[in-house]
């Protein structure tokens, strides 16, 4: 799964006035919709200036931040995203589950720009040409141990 998340979007609010801030995230949406689509990913849901989605598999995740990323900064957005892969529970109307928390948290920790995975994530695209950066070991809140994060740079 996929968080994106729009970096310093109070603040941008406040400078850009509510108007400017509106057509910004409309461009979002665009980016969004557009590379969920290209990657073949689902919208699980939205809260404002940030997203949730799911890949049937983690190489078009990572593809498909990257790639959302990029589009947004051309249009001058900065966004962090976090990817994790695992098992979640299908509600009615929306997913749960602990991997969907530990997402969350890796979306959190992820610098402007930064799409940043775990280990898991990273080692099931083994052999898929992305290359990683290792941004070491973190503890993320409420879910136990350290966990490995790695960027994805190409």
């Not at 919208?43 to 990323?69: M, V, Y």
Request: charged share 25%.
């Amino acid at each position: 799964m996929l968080f994106v998340d729009v970096v310093g979007s109070t603040e941008q609010v406040t400078e850009r006035g509510d108007n400017s801030w509106r057509v910004a995230l409309d461009r979002f949406e665009r980016a969004v919709h557009g590379s969920l689509s290209l990657y073949g990913a689902t919208l699980e849901d939205t809260a404002g200036d940030g997203i949730l989605a799911t890949f049937d598999g983690p190489a078009r995740g990572i593809r498909g931040a990257l790639h959302i990323r990029d589009e947004l900064r051309r249009s001058g957005l900065e966004v962090r995203a976090g990817l994790h892969a695992g098992e979640i529970v299908r509600r009615s109307d929306h997913i749960a589950g602990i991997a969907v928390h530990i997402g969350a948290r890796v979306c959190a920790l992820a610098d402007p720009g930064e799409v940043l995975v775990t280990r898991t994530v990273r080692d099931l695209v083994a052999g898929s040409g992305i290359v990683f950066e290792d941004r070491g070991e973190h503890e993320l809140k409420g879910v136990p141990d350290r966990w490995a994060l790695y960027a994805a740079v190409a």
